[in-house]
């Protein structure tokens, strides 16, 4: 099977190398000639171009394109697509990318690969970031059943778990899990960023260690992608923040009132919590 | 010098480690005997003892013990302490810490190595916990000189990295990069943790990755340590978490406005101001 990938980033950039692993042809289709040129470097896939004709011999083609480029689809790049081949995204977002290609081919089934740094383009990718990397698919009642199984059967090839579940589902539950963190993250560094009083922010950027910069970390991402997110889940992100200022606001009421078996019982339950998250 | 250390929990047993490879005695007080034997077989201190006899003849000794016990010291342990000792804390906060034991002790200096993971207890210390770790001393106008002078040479000693502020200071900074996060971390756990609809908290369990796993590794520490810290760092905490909440509620306000241009503003500042506190 002839594999495409739309844009060599971070993740395309990474399934590339992760396919060629296993054996798999993969042709890459590259935005200019720089990134073309560091792509064929780093061996992203083994046919690189910046003419969406490579893609006519491909079976499956995957788009590793930034979600605005999802939403926002070339022409050029939908008419490159063989009509009969299967086609999926990797997008943080399903239901708008999903209502769109859906009614741009026939044989698309939305996805999305639960892998990420804080880094992007042709030179983030390594083949380590999908390893055993949960890969959701997100079918809807259009999507075609033997496209799943085609894609199902390649994420099961190169070590990724297949996790099904509706676009709706996915949306929701990640603007909690996983959109969620990046705008309380960035909110985090903004607190802390006490630009008023330079002295005290100079002892706080050199005392500032492990605990900061791990709960700070998604807030350093790519800003692009929190604005992407934002746009495109709106309504769950909202209503993820709502909950979250809820709660914080609850803590807060806890420590004036110096309710002190109240705040650990709550430190407790969320401590319990946590490991079923990250078990 | 015979170095002290009251308590082998995850920094008092790092210390004890750190300490004897670089050649210090140390001698180590546990609290029952059950601990007492497992930091023998842990190596944690050269010599460990439950009486706190142990500490007569020590020159330096460190109290590892958790906040609530530096803030309500045993009797026991006070008289054990010799007078001309000079004596330092642990504690993540200091100046509720400082007020008690400068009154008890001519030699007291409170400080804080900045390492901690989530783990506690007699099993938890390691030694490469403190490698490369900032210690931060906390002098009042009433601190001996002498007493900065021999701890700061201890600390270096152990290739750790002497940072000087006042202990209202430390608690401020504090509160921004390392209280605050665990508060929010634990929020952040109790919103995503739905309950009401436990297919969608299944699957939310099922997809968390690395960004929900590190924004909230915080908030599954320790929960009598977030409660000490809320207890005795009350006022800037609650500073940094109403600061925090009104960050959030501004956030909250650009994407309900659809205000893309104010957000990707205050997404690209987080992350720039990012690099600053974790370089």
Redesign the interface.
């Given at each position: 099977m002839n594999i495409g990938i739309v844009g060599l980033g971070l993740i395309g950039g990474s399934i590339g190398l992760k396919l060629q692993k296993y054996n798999h042809i993969v042709y890459g289709l590259a935005n200019n000639e720089t990134n073309k040129q560091k792509a064929l470097e780093r061996k992203l896939a083994n046919h690189v171009s910046c003419d969406p004709g490579i893609l006519n011999e491909c079976n499956l083609i995957i788009l590793a394109l930034p979600i605005r480029d999802l939403t926002n689809p070339s022409e050029e790049i939908i008419k490159a697509i063989p009509k009969d081949s299967i086609l999926t995204d990797v997008g943080s977002i399903k239901e708008p990318i999903i209502s769109i290609w859906e009614k741009l081919h026939p044989l698309f089934i939305g996805s999305h690969p639960?892998?990420?740094t804080e880094e992007k383009g042709v030179n983030a990718g390594y083949e380590e970031l999908l390893k055993d990397?949960?890969w959701?698919i997100t079918p809807t009642a259009k999507t075609n059943k033997n496209a799943i199984s085609e894609l199902s059967k390649l994420i099961n090839s190169i070590g990724c778990e297949v996790?099904i579940?509706s676009p709706k589902?996915h949306d929701?539950?990640?603007s909690?899990?996983?959109h969620?963190?990046?705008?309380?993250?960035?909110?985090?560094?903004?607190?802390?960023?006490?630009k008023e009083n330079p002295s005290?922010l100079n002892?706080?950027?050199?005392?500032?260690?492990?605990?900061?910069?791990?709960?700070?970390?998604?807030?350093?991402?790519n800003?692009?992608l929190?604005?992407d997110l934002?746009?495109n889940n709106?309504i769950y992100?909202?209503q993820?923040?709502?909950?979250?200022?809820q709660?914080?606001?609850s803590?807060?009421n806890l420590?004036?009132k110096?309710d002190?078996d109240g705040?650990?019982k709550?430190?407790?339950?969320?401590?319990e919590?946590?490991?079923?998250?990250?078990n």
């Open positions: 639960m892998a990420g990397a949960k959701i996790c579940t589902e929701q539950v990640l909690l899990i996983s969620l963190p990046i705008f309380l993250a960035a909110c985090l560094i903004e607190t802390a960023d006490i005290l002892l706080a950027h050199q005392l500032a260690s492990s605990g900061f910069a791990d709960t700070s970390r998604v807030g350093g991402g800003p692009q929190g604005l934002a746009i709106q992100l909202l993820a923040i709502q909950s979250f200022r709660n914080i606001t803590i807060e420590i004036i110096k002190w705040l650990l709550k430190l407790n339950n969320s401590k919590s946590r490991i079923d998250f990250c």
